[in-house]
């Protein structure tokens, strides 16, 4: 259904060769060199390649032995963090053995460019990883969010805090609407986005007074729609134990909406920049005080004024995929 919705208006051409979600990279390797090997390829993409860089090195290097020439390998990193503390040695391993992984699949030369995702704010460009700086693109924006409440049917006499995307454990539905609940304001809870099994059983188990105060737009939204949910909120909250930057984050970003954010450093960092929301400790009694600051706009924070030049979707791929300012592949095949 996203191949269908994101690429209608374009030429390009889908092949769904992978049985499963996240496959190896064995199995990732095998089937690039398959596909290699019915058509000349100069480039390959490969995203979200976290877990798949554990045997890359090898495993790449096995199935690409007899292609010729080889192609240009991009490897993009969703999970690389870019900036860290000293002190955070949980995060410096993580970045440490995936630096490792990386150098290992440059020897073998199945690895010619990498990148990964960077906040907002990011000014460096990375060196053994490039940093990509996360988009921030809204098509709808708050100044309409009355307009768009008629449209969608979302009541009017309500404050409502948002959770967007695919709605699942890792967004913490239950922790956000017990501080909804605490902040004592007229707010409900709006989730916009696939609602997995799990958060489905467990709005099923929501007793009446608190699943009225649940507002549920389930299933895949296009871009258009997800943004008219996300602009008709008061607030957007990520209160996700996962580093690094958010989508979501930049389309809120864009559409003016202030955030409250809980467990990352990088989310932090972005709203500290541009002055877009609240950043708290990972418990409810923080989150519901920061919506608490946030909808009752104690000291200005519920204005966003973004001191940021945004990054584009078009400067994001040419990030990944190594072009100039003149969208120009470089000839060199060499990692740096």
Known sequence: EEFRVHLADSDLAVHEDFAGFAPGGREMATQIARFCRSRRTDTVVVMDGDVAL????LSAARAFRQLRPRPRVLYFLTRYPARLAPSDFAHWRIRIAKGVLLVLATATGTINRASGFAGREEKHRGWLVKRARDPARCTAHSTDRAAIREELTLPTDRRLVGIFGGINVRKNPPMVLEAVVRTGLPVDLLMAGPVDEQMHAWLDDLDDSLRKRVIVADGFLPDELLDKYLAASDVVALVMN?????????????????????GSRTRARELSASHSGV?????????????????????????????????????????????DQNHRAPRSRRFW
């Not at 554990?54 to 090195?57: A, L």
């Not at 580093?243 to 409250?260: C, F, T, Y």
């Open 54 to 57: 554990k045997t890359w090195w």
């Open 279 to 323: 950043a708290t400790e990972f418990n409810v009694g923080d989150v519901a005080d920061g919506l608490r600051r946030v909808l009752t706009d104690e000291g200005g924070c519920a204005t966003v004024r973004p001191g940021l030049a945004l990054p584009t979707h078009e400067s994001f791929a040419a990030t990944i995929l190594g072009l």
């Open 242 to 262: 996962l580093e690094g930057p958010s989508g979501i984050q930049g389309k809120a970003l864009a559409a003016g909406v202030p955030v409250v954010t809980a």
